[in-house]
């Protein structure tokens, strides 16, 4: 008997000490000193890339390497957020991670199923305003800090020069009424009265135009300031946004009638080539205007390269005209996931790849993403194009903000307005304050019950 | 000779019998691993507030009584699936009888015929729906060209519009008849001749034949299809979420992408339970809606069967 216990007492200690070394959440400085004796490290690191940017997403580490030499990286792609969540789930999770979706960052930070980066900042000494401000709205949730950025993305409004330049348009929209005097100038009808060319498309579910874009560009908040319950029947910029929308349609598609342009655009936009292809409306002359992202630019270099277009910021409403240039931000992102069996070497990767002006001047001209460190901005090895300085000025502008709060309901609240919309849009719903009370108190259902 | 099996030795039995449960034994491996655990594992899970990153606390009928009383998408997609079933399962059987039926007209080349419409039952559930999205594109796909061209000026906007979004989706169904077709048409073969000759001394004309000889002889493979697409339809996910992805002009999948597009038409109930498992991270809640589609599939099909004891005719066996 007494065997059986020592064996069991020594199998416990084992299998504690075991668990104990693999992924302790205290950070231990790690030694960098080139001095230093290490034992060689391997880092795991899983992430969304796949296929060319993969490729070059890979030898980024050869650097890493370099300055660290006892550590290299094994780099899997395609892994999305659900792979990685049931990895950690199941107690087998990577040393580090990448995700493109930052709706989970609530979620991921709250739970902590990305671990809090906080302590690692205080005990490196790292300085977190290498970054501009707009990234620590979407890498934090509930004083938790649990992502960097790693490359992002703005929205801003693409234009067809040519097309301007027929209708007599001198430069871009700045305002949200001049977008709308544009866009009339720009569309074509067909000889049925259907849509041939689209002067702008204000339609939820085409391409980048959503509820969390838009909303940004009206600075409407999602949540109130603590949080605790939904703002899109309470903070008046959402009902603006709808309204404006609803008049866009009316006055540019439907010659003053709402459900005569709704009909017509819910056909057009029923229409749109792909997004990510060579169909997408913008580049083959469908669209005179439209909201996009800044990789539209590396698409357009690649599939149409003689594609007459320039960029601009988000027109603005127009009585926020004085803060024009700014825009939405919102990217990439990584993290140390709970049970990192290494998440102190972890943390050197982490920090490596958040601040390196190298390696983001390489991603950023590689995927056409923009780097996401103040001094990687103004390096001179980023290939700047007229069409991609757009938005690395928008991301430097103070104004800019992140795309949407995070929150501890992932992409519900996303999911629930844009219900919401897409109806308010073909004509549906026809009561404004009772859709945007009622969507308010189906995301504060989910609130309530994500904070049982 | 039972008494000879009451003689048998004791040992002999258990002999015996550890022989048949180690024959057994892979299935009911399987069984208790792979499915009687995951299935309880996910009825407690049910009780719990669960994101898969913490750990599960018990918080009683909470996520059945938010179910049906607080969350409208939950009420959206049992709607949809409701639908999708009610229109889908029975226009399927007709037309895998009819498709069968007219398998059985041509004198040769019967076989080339039945592979030829076997043949859209083989295809990947997600390549068939993108390319029906593309077939049925409102603007450029061939189906509206022809539309029009034949003189309708407002043709559907099939996958890209809320009212007939679903009807793609029971046209996919219908394409892919395949399976369905093969069922039908070994019981079109199975029918006696015989039975079809009595009819006609007795001076049945071709509909009569049909209702009073050929279907209740293939009433056994309709109610087995009845329960089989009953079964499926709640379970609708990979060709329904392909589609709406597909028609939501991308092929990527966002954790914000608008809920079964266009207008929650296409969010069945398989495609909410997994958006909220594995994309919302709400596994309890997940877990709360298997069970409920458990139940109701389970008293569909028992309904299902109880009812059929007074249309399904078994041969020599009258109606069961």
Known sequence: ?452 | MAGEIQRRPRKRNVKHGLTVLLFMSPWILGFLLLILYPMLSSLYFSFTKYSLLEQPVWIGLENYTFMFTKDPFFWLAFRNTVWIIAVGVPLRIVFGIFTAWLLTLPRSGGRTYRTLYFLPSMAPPVAAALAFVLIFNPEYGPVNQILRGIGFNDPPLWFYGPNSSKWGLVLLGLWGIGDAMIIFLAGLLDVPRQLYEAAEIEGANGRQKFRFVTLPMLSPVIFFSTVIGVIYGFQLFTQAYAASLAASGSTVTDAAANLGDPQGSMLFYAIYLYQQGFQDFRMGYASAMAWVLFVITMICTVTIIKGSRRWVHYQGGGFR
Not at chain 1, 79 to 91: F, P, R, W
Not at chain 1, 186 to 215: C, H, M, Q, R
Not at chain 1, 255 to 262: E, M, P, R, V, W
């Open chain 1, 1 to 452: 008997m007494k065997r059986w216990l020592i064996a069991m007492a020594t199998f416990a200690l084992v299998a504690a000490a075991c668990t104990a070394s693999g992924g302790g959440d205290t950070p231990s400085a790690v030694d960098t000193a080139s001095g230093a004796s290490h034992a060689p490290v391997t880092l795991e690191m899983w992430g969304a890339w796949t296929g060319r940017e993969l490729k070059q997403f890979n030898t980024i580490f050869d650097g890493f390497t370099e300055k660290y030499p006892w550590i290299t990286v094994n780099s899997t792609g395609g892994v999305n957020d659900q792979k990685i969540l049931a990895a950690i789930s199941a107690g087998d999770p990577p040393d580090t991670v990448l995700s493109f979706t930052l709706d989970s960052v609530g979620q991921f930070c709250a739970t902590g199923a990305w671990q809090d980066l906080n302590p690692y900042i205080e005990q490196s000494g790292f300085d977190v305003s290498q970054f501009p401000p707009s990234v620590e709205v979407y890498t934090s949730y509930a004083g938790s800090r649990c992502a960097f950025p790693f490359l992002t993305d703005l929205q801003g409004l693409y234009y067809n020069t040519d097309m301007f330049e027929a209708a007599g348009i001198d430069g871009p929209p700045q305002t949200l009424s001049e977008l709308q005097e544009d866009a009339k100038k720009l569309t074509v009808f067909n000889s049925d009265g259907s849509i041939k060319v689209a002067g702008f498309v204000p339609w939820f579910g085409y391409y980048e135009f959503s509820t969390p874009n838009l909303g940004n560009l009206f600075g409407a908040k999602w949540y109130s300031e603590d949080g605790s319950t939904s703002a899109v029947d309470t903070d008046a910029q959402w009902k603006a946004m709808f309204q404006w929308q609803h008049d866009f349609i009316a006055d540019v598609y439907g010659d003053g009638d709402f459900q005569t342009g709704a009909d017509k655009l819910e056909r057009f936009a029923a229409g749109a080539g792909d997004e990510f292809s060579s169909a997408n409306d913008f580049e083959v002359g469908r669209t005179a205007m439209n909201f996009d992202g800044e990789w539209r630019t590396a698409f357009i270099a690649d599939e149409v390269p003689d594609l007459p277009y320039a960029t601009a910021p988000y027109p603005v409403p127009d009585d926020q005209a004085d803060t024009y240039g700014r825009g939405p931000v919102g990217g990439t992102i990584i993290g140390i996931p709970k049970g990192s069996p290494h998440p102190d070497e972890a943390w050197l990767l982490l920090s490596y790849m958040a601040t390196d002006t190298d390696t983001l001047v390489f991603m950023a001209n590689n995927v056409r993403n923009v780097p996401t460190t103040i001094a990687s901005l103004s390096d001179p090895g980023l290939d700047v194009t007229p069409q991609f300085k757009t938005f690395l000025d928008m991301f430097e502008n103070p104004a800019s903000t992140a795309y949407k709060e995070p929150s501890a309901i992932g992409a519900s609240d996303q999911n629930i307005l844009a219900s919401f919309a897409t109806k308010w849009q073909v004509g549906k719903e026809a009561d404004l304050d009772a859709g945007l009370a009622s969507a308010a108190q189906q995301i504060n259902d989910q609130l309530a019950q994500a904070a049982i």
